[in-house]
């Protein structure tokens, strides 16, 4: 694959549009150091943008508990936005919004730093997120070596870059385990999510996740309990031990970029996949839906 600082195009920075290579930032950058730094990542289908808005309000959410507001109004930048997969050209592929503080100061306190912003789309190829066969045969997670941190320990509302190295580290070691994905848990011991998705269990046809106390809120979350409604397929939002690995009889992640995956396997719990009618349907739903949606 090629790295991203080596693929060409045009990311949009800032308020126009540059090209690729010269989409870069200063090493003495607030963003950098203190990660000051929140994101979004949207899909797109059909050369459209899923769900943008929504992305949209929450990039704005993040910012603001990360205390900065983002120079651009979301009319601006969902106009931005759709320019830059227009100019990208592809049907199907991400997008990746950041913010940052610029480079006014290098030192914990920058209430008065400027705040920069970039837009950037690719095609996403074939096992982008997971193996190409992950959703007829599931994929394994392990319980991660960090936990989520409570809201009032971290910014876990903010899509802050820094709260990512607690996934990243707790794949990296799933990874080497032999693992595709981590399950983290919440600072209470109790299940929380994956490195990048929402998680929900199946018991006897009802739905079962954890609340987002201490995670992001979901869009593809909201997204699946609203498809489950109209399904008429019960959801219980709750606290989750991590017995209930063991008592559920089917689980699967949720994310914008993951869509929707089964779990074949939790450390050392397996699913069977294979006669999980509510997992069936919601993957079958959530394909119709951002497929018809544009
Ligand atoms: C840590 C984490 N949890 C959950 C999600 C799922 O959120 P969404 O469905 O809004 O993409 C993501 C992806 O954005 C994530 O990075």
């Not at 126009?16 to 950058?29: P, S, Y």
């Not at 963003?31 to 730094?37: K, N, P, R, T």
């Not at 808005?53 to 930048?77: G, K, Q, W, Y």
């Amino acid at each position: 694959m090629v790295p991203f600082d080596q693929r060409t195009g045009h990311i949009w920075l800032d308020g126009g549009f540059v090209d690729w290579a010269e989409a870069k930032i200063h090493v003495l950058t607030h963003g950098l150091h203190y990660a000051s730094s929140i994101f979004e990542g949207v899909r797109v289908y059909g050369g459209k943008p899923f769900l943008l808005r929504e992305h949209v309000e929450r990039l704005r959410v993040s910012a603001h508990i990360l205390d900065f507001d983002l120079p651009h109004t979301d009319d601006e930048l969902c106009a931005a936005t759709v320019e830059v997969v227009a100019k990208a050209g592809f049907a199907d592929g991400y997008i990746r919004m950041n913010a940052w503080r610029g480079s006014e100061v290098i030192q914990t306190a920058a209430p008065k730093t400027s705040v920069h912003l970039s837009v950037a789309a690719w095609e996403i190829p074939s096992g982008y997120y997971a193996a190409a066969d992950a959703l007829e045969k599931g994929i394994s997670l392990q319980t991660g070596q960090y936990r989520r941190p409570s809201a009032d320990s971290a910014p876990v509302k903010s899509k802050a870059a820094g709260n990512y190295m607690i996934g990243t580290v707790s794949k990296n070691l799933a990874l080497r385990a032999g693992f595709d994905d981590a399950m983290l848990l919440d600072t209470d011991g109790m299940i929380a999510e994956s490195t990048g998705a929402h998680i929900f269990f199946t018991k006897d046809g009802t739905l079962h996740t954890p609340t987002t106390k201490c995670t992001i809120e979901g869009i593809t979350r909201a997204t699946v309990l609203d498809l489950a409604a109209r399904q008429g397929i019960e959801c219980v939002e709750a606290e989750l031990a991590p017995e209930f690995v063991a008592e559920a009889d089917g689980a699967f992640i949720c994310g914008t970029a993951c869509e929707i995956l089964p779990v074949s396997r939790i450390d050392d719990h397996t699913y069977d996949l294979a006669g999980n009618k509510v997992i069936a349907t919601l993957i079958t739903e959530y394909a119709s839906l951002t497929r018809s949606a544009n």
